[in-house]
């Protein structure tokens, strides 16, 4: 009997090696270079409704930013893909529209991304829409240009794996410590290749919110794609959606939508189970996601690090860091929160109660909060939010993908150790010679707090 993602996979194979696709979004680092060479082809896009940019990678989160970014030369990926998208009649997330943000994020928000849907996007992260039971996944330029010429792609059909996660988190452990903990026992090509389905009690208990958590590191864990069963949960959070389906038609989504989770006797190429019991919040200590501990443990010792002996040093030496050293307590220069992995309300919501009448350490040089979308940053004002990070001494700041990458734009100080709610920590990744600790956005919160890394449980509301 079938899977979740042989259900979806089937129902859009047109014939074997080609699927056919749903929904494209683009960006602007990538949507201009597709764009552009499908109408020097002479193509048009065969569906421009199903299609969707966003202005999201380089563009500046200051206030008042405009056009503006801190990228050398980056304005002109904006204007350009501003241009193709009008050219090309499809509908774009521009800067100042009251809709732009993250791509993963707006797509689910305004309900682009629907259940058993197929979506595409030139980005490693599109998987993280598979939390509403979409089959999403990553894809080149090229690719995109195809995909809208066509309406299909050429894959070949991956395997299908089951992690089943049972128990529930406990309290102060998040969705992020989850995809951390699988990530650091199963290693960073766990799922390689893979459409990864997570079940079982631990995420059925999770809220949307924190499923888009989990189905985001997905990619870190080496997935093809990630999937969540939809449910009632599901249905809730999507139900008014801007795209989503209304009356009859939304009557009719429901009854489809609920055949789609895995038949009892649906097989899958692996399985892999893990107890939710066992997660504690948890740090990165390396360069990999899959070099992640949890906040009270020491780094290993070289012959637990599960590295070879030159990678092992390479990695100390990058991140200053020695044998046995305690994370917890390991100063800190500066602190992200945002991200598509970690800049929903929700995210912003446990962060600001662990700040709220506090102040971030002096020793930061740098705090900021991103919200994922405009809609997360007008709730989150509305809520009084924004004024608990100022008030703690974070910058308050627009939507964008902003310190997740350096991309020649903002980054922290070179050398800079800093915690952050982002889903790598590779040398480089927030800027030349910055060391990444990558955790929840509760740990980024307190450890901004101490002015080092530390254990969230210890920050929160009521802790004695």
Excluded at 124 to 129: A, D, E, N, V
Excluded at 168 to 176: D, I, P, Y
Excluded at 335 to 345: E, P, Q, V
Aim: net charge neutral.
């Amino acid at each position: 009997m079938p899977s979740l993602f042989e259900k979806i996979w089937n129902a859009h194979e047109i014939r074997p090696g080609l699927i056919a696709i749903d929904r494209v979004m683009l960006h602007e680092r990538t949507g201009a270079v597709a764009l552009r060479a499908l109408a020097a082809a002479g193509r048009a896009i065969v569906n421009p409704a199903h299609v969707f940019a966003v202005v999201d990678h380089i563009v500046d989160t200051r206030p008042g930013r405009g056009d503006r970014t801190l990228m050398p030369g980056g304005e002109a990926f904006i204007t350009e893909t501003r241009a193709a998208a009008r050219a090309a009649g499809i509908r774009l997330f521009d800067v100042q529209d009251p809709d732009q943000g993250i791509t993963h994020v707006i797509s689910a928000e305004l309900g682009i991304v629907l259940p058993g849907l197929t979506l595409v996007a030139p980005d490693s992260h599109t998987g993280t829409q598979g939390a509403v039971g979409a089959l999403a996944w990553g894809i080149g330029s090229s690719e995109a240009e195809h995909v809208l010429a066509t309406g299909t792609l050429r894959r070949e059909r991956p395997g299908a794996m089951r992690v089943r996660i049972s128990g529930r988190l406990a309290a102060g452990v998040t969705a992020k410590d989850l995809a951390l903990h699988l990530i650091a026992t199963h290693g960073a090509r766990g799922g390689e290749g893979m459409a990864v389905e997570y079940a079982g009690e631990a995420v059925a208990a999770l809220d949307m919110e924190a499923r888009f958590t989990l189905c985001n590191m997905a990619t870190e864990f080496g997935a093809f794609a990630a999937l969540v069963a939809p449910d009632e949960t599901t249905f809730a959070w999507l139900e008014g959606r801007r795209h989503a389906p209304t009356g009859p038609l939304w009557q009719a989504a429901l009854r489809h939508w609920r055949t789609l989770p895995s038949d009892p006797d649906a097989r899958f190429d692996r399985e892999i189970a893990a107890d939710a019991r066992a997660v504690r919040p948890m740090v990165s200590w390396g360069t990999s996601p899959a070099q992640s501990l949890p906040i009270d443990a020491p780094v290993p010792e070289a012959a637990a690090s599960g590295l070879e002996s030159e990678a092992y040093r390479r990695v100390l030496a990058y991140t200053g860091l020695s044998p046995g050293q305690p994370l917890l307590g390991l100063p800190v220069d500066g602190a992200f929160i945002g991200s598509c992995t970690n800049s929903r309300l929700s995210d912003l919501r446990r962060a600001a109660a662990i700040l709220k009448g506090r102040r971030i350490h002096p020793r930061l040089r740098k705090a900021l909060v991103v919200p994922g979308s405009q809609a997360v940053k007008r709730a989150a004002e509305a809520e009084g939010l924004d004024r608990i990070f100022e008030d703690a001494g974070f910058e308050w700041r627009e939507s964008g993908c902003s310190l997740c990458f350096f991309a020649g734009g903002e980054q922290f100080e070179a050398g800079a150790r800093v915690v952050s709610s982002t889903n790598r920590n590779f040398e480089g990744r927030q800027g030349p010679g910055v060391r990444t600790h990558i955790a929840s956005p509760e740990t980024v919160a307190a450890s901004a707090l101490a002015g080092a890394l530390a254990d969230p449980r210890t920050f929160a509301p009521g802790h004695g």
